[in-house]
């Protein structure tokens, strides 16, 4: 079946780093990607979505400068969390799919000190 | 902004009992999804089931969708202790947007 890899799956970083998380379609082409935010114990929040060849949507609230999303392929977005600080610290899930359902990552767990 | 709310938030069953969870929604829905999620982990996608089908069957899970009460429910039969996971339901508005889940917690 479809299979979404993320990569990669544990940062952990000083205060100040970017971080770059890749989230790849292995076996079928997606157009549209999506990125998610979970801190311990919470629902997925939806951060933005990537558009292959186009600017991301961004969810209200998430600062598109802070949290930079490439969706350069159609098979590749990434996201770029700029300067990251430790309140930054969260498990990033993306998502990609051409029809429901949705195929997940297994998501990427960022710690910044 | 979240989408579907789950409850009960947390449930504690012993091995072999039914687990059921619901999930309710605020818009009108295409389709309702049904993800488990181990801790640390990815979603992994359990069952789909569109605004014009009432219940579903997949093994030991059963989801049922009322669309006029806006709810959903997952009933896991004969549970098991690999079945504790995190459980969440999701609407398609033009994305996905998720409940705030279920803790499931199986007993051995």
């Known amino acids: 079946g479809a299979v979404v890899s993320q990569h990669p799956s544990w940062v952990i970083c000083k205060s100040g780093t970017s971080v770059k998380i890749e989230c790849r379609s292995l076996d079928f082409q997606a157009t549209t990607m999506f990125w998610y935010r979970q801190f311990p114990k919470q629902s997925l929040m939806l951060m933005a979505t990537?558009?292959?060849?186009?600017?991301?949507?961004?969810e209200q609230g998430v600062e598109k400068d802070k949290f930079l999303i490439n969706h350069a392929s159609l098979t590749l977005s990434t996201l770029t969390v700029t300067s990251a600080h430790p309140e930054d610290s969260s498990f990033y899930i993306c998502s990609a799919g051409g029809a429901q359902p949705q195929h997940f990552g297994d998501g990427t767990r960022l710690s910044i000190l | 902004s979240q989408q579907g709310e789950e409850d009960p938030q947390a449930l504690s069953i012993q091995e072999g009992e039914n687990a059921t969870m619901n999930c309710s929604y605020k818009t009108s829905i295409n389709n309702l999804q049904w993800y488990r999620q181990n801790s640390g982990r990815g979603l992994v996608h359990l069952i789909l089931i569109r605004s014009n089908e009432r219940e579903k069957h997949s093994g030991r899970l059963r989801v049922t969708l009322d669309t006029s009460k806006k709810s959903s429910s997952l009933l896991i039969t004969a549970s098991r202790a690999a079945d504790t996971a995190s459980y969440f339901c999701a609407t398609d508005v033009g994305d996905m947007r998720f409940g705030a889940g279920t803790r499931l917690t199986v007993k051995p």
């Open positions: 990537s558009n292959e060849g186009s600017k991301a949507t961004y």
